[in-house]
T-cell receptor
Framework: GNSVTQMEGPVTLSEEAFLTINCTYT??????LFWYVQYPGEGLQLLLK?????DKGSNKGFEATYRKETTSFHLEKGSVQVSDSAVYFC????????????FGKGTRLHILP | SQTIHQWPATLVQPVGSPLSLECTVE??????LYWYRQAAGRGLQLLFY??????ISSEVPQNLSASRPQDRQFILSSKKLLLSDSGFYLC?????????????FGEGSWLTVV
């Protein structure tokens, strides 16, 4: 079945450091891929998405490229801020038929000032 | 624009008591609706999803149930809560058809069973 695997946290970085959170997926066909962010005490918000191979999603300085050859959708940011501290979820939506959204387990990110 | 609202935001319930969490979506028709649970230190677990009124799919065996009495209303219930039911519950919706449709979440409901 479809699944998403993302790196376990917590990830702790200093402000202005480079961030990478790895995400790989298993799916039949061509799923859409998402990154969601959950700030403390809140629900999940869509951060970015990509719907086909080689697409790059971007938002708030974060980027992720849909790599079909490596079945990956790694999240990157060039210079993180304290306000980026949150839990990040990678997710996929299977193409056609099944409407379920599959999430990874989440990666907690701590940014130190 | 579409909005999703769930309530209550926080509740503390004794073991064995009933539960009812309600979720409504506005500004769209025939949405797919979801209930997720996020237990402390764990990821998101899909509990139920619905593609239409009265159509509920359960993802995991448990003492929770879901109902969809109206197109944009989704209710999570339990007759007798267990300690293990504590967690953060999230309602969500997406447009039907799967594929590239984004899923949108409510604010979440914190449940503590004591």
């Amino acid at each position: 079945g479809n699944s998403v695997t993302q790196m376990e946290g917590p990830v702790t970085l200093s402000e202005e450091a480079f961030l990478t959170i790895n995400c790989t997926y298993t799916a039949t066909g061509y799923p859409s891929l998402f990154w969601y962010v959950q700030y403390p005490g809140e629900g999940l918000q869509l951060l970015l998405k990509a719907t086909k191979a080689d697409d790059k999603g971007s938002n708030k300085g974060f980027e992720a490229t849909y790599r079909k050859e490596t079945t990956s959708f790694h999240l990157e940011k060039g210079s993180v801020q304290v306000s980026d501290s949150a839990v990040y979820f990678c997710a996929l939506s299977a193409a056609g038929g099944d409407d379920k959204i599959i999430f990874g387990k989440g990666t907690r990110l701590h940014i130190l000032p | 624009s579409q909005t999703i609202h769930q309530w209550p935001a926080t509740l503390v319930q004794p073991v064995g008591s009933p539960l009812s969490l309600e979720c409504t979506v506005e500004g769209t028709s025939n949405p797919n609706l979801y209930w997720y649970r996020q237990a402390a230190g764990r990821g998101l677990q899909l509990l139920f999803y619905s593609v239409g009124i009265g159509q509920i799919s359960s993802e995991v065996p448990q003492n929770l149930s879901a109902s969809r009495p109206q197109d944009r209303q989704f209710i999570l219930s339990s007759k007798k809560l267990l300690l293990s039911d504590s967690g953060f519950y999230l309602c969500a919706w997406s447009n039907p058809g799967g594929g590239e449709n984004t899923i949108y979440f409510g604010e979440g409901s914190w449940l503590t069973v004591v």
